[in-house]
């Protein structure tokens, strides 16, 4: 089974799309041996929103259902039609952060929908708190089957994990080499952060199993029951990635791996203010500065 994961915000699902067609009209891979994930923007949590752009997603892809489709933020931000803009942003019309009334709850009951009609064959959340988590439970009636988070050695998450597990709800972990994910959108905070490939205590058990410092941060996380998304541009890397199984660390190793923990977030969705232009590579990309919060969640 191949994962294709694509997100709606990259702007990228119908040149997705067209590689997936190709693939299977070439007789390289069929339809039900793909797992192809999408999620759901801010900006279409209203209950009446979410149907109709799941549909216009499905189109794009050229697929008649999702294998996983994800809330990617526990916020919900003003409509913006996509005849204004597409793909969506942090920003409205007006190039403005401004919330939406729209409740969790709301949001969800129309993500059972998706999965009650089959246009996805599993729902899940991303970037929810365990506060989150507990309040999804008052009121689902189907329960997420993924919570996809930031996870690394930094920020381990320990009781959000544990309370997933107990209900059931897989982890997939993004980000899990820590800050260096981070560099390319100038975030200080990531800058001023010790590079986890370069810690002496992933490198000591990098060093003892012959295995890159990538490795071990994935097979860390993989042995503790977490499943990982890495991603990279280089065919030998995601190579490397794929081989993480074929070793396994001493739960000494896993603990001190796991006590590098500072609970030190990166991706906080809470820290967008405006947006800043920068570029990289030869394309010019529209992020956000981190550090004004907004009263959404903690």
């Known amino acids: 089974m191949t994962a294709t994961d694509d997100f709606q915000d990259y702007g990228n699902e119908q040149e997705a799309g067209e590689g997936v067609a190709r693939a299977i009209k070439d007789g390289l891979v069929k339809r039900e041996e793909l797992f192809i994930v999408s999620k759901l923007w801010n900006s279409f949590h209203d209950y009446d929103r979410v149907k109709p752009i799941c549909k216009k997603q499905l189109k794009d892809w050229g697929v008649d259902y999702f294998d996983l489709y994800i809330v990617h933020f526990p916020v919900a931000l003003k409509y913006v ?15 403005k952060i401004t919330q939406s009334k729209a409740p969790l709850s709301e949001t ?31 009121y689902a009636k189907q329960l997420p089957q993924t919570l996809q988070i930031e996870h690394h050695p930094y920020l381990t ?26 560099h390319e959108l100038e975030m200080e905070k990531a800058k001023n952060t010790p590079l986890l490939f370069e810690h002496d205590v992933v490198k000591k058990v990098a060093e003892k199993h012959s295995k890159s410092p990538a490795q071990v941060l994935l097979r860390w996380s993989t042995q503790r029951g977490v499943a990982v998304i890495p991603k990279s541009n280089n065919q030998q890397r995601l190579a490397a990635n794929l081989d993480v199984c074929s070793f396994d660390l001493s739960e000494d190793e896993i603990k001190s791996i796991s006590a590098l923990d500072q609970g030190l977030r990166f991706n906080n969705p809470t820290n967008v203010s405006s947006p800043i232009s920068t570029t990289h590579g030869n394309k010019s990309l529209t992020t956000f500065q981190y550090g004004l919060p907004l009263p959404i969640f903690a």
Do not use: C, H
């Not at 309370?163 to 981070?182: D, H, Q, R, W």
């Open 108 to 138: 969800w009951k129309a993500m059972e929908e998706l999965y009650e009609e089959g246009l996805a064959k599993s729902i899940g959340i991303s970037n929810y708190s365990g506060q989150s988590v507990m309040d999804l439970q008052r």
């Open 81 to 95: 039609d996509p005849s204004v803009r597409y793909p969506p942003s942090w920003t409205d019309e007006n190039d």
């Open 157 to 182: 998450q320990e009781p959000l994990v544990g309370l997933a597990k107990s209900l059931g709800i897989v982890i997939t972990a993004y980000s899990s080499f820590g800050p260096i994910s981070y």
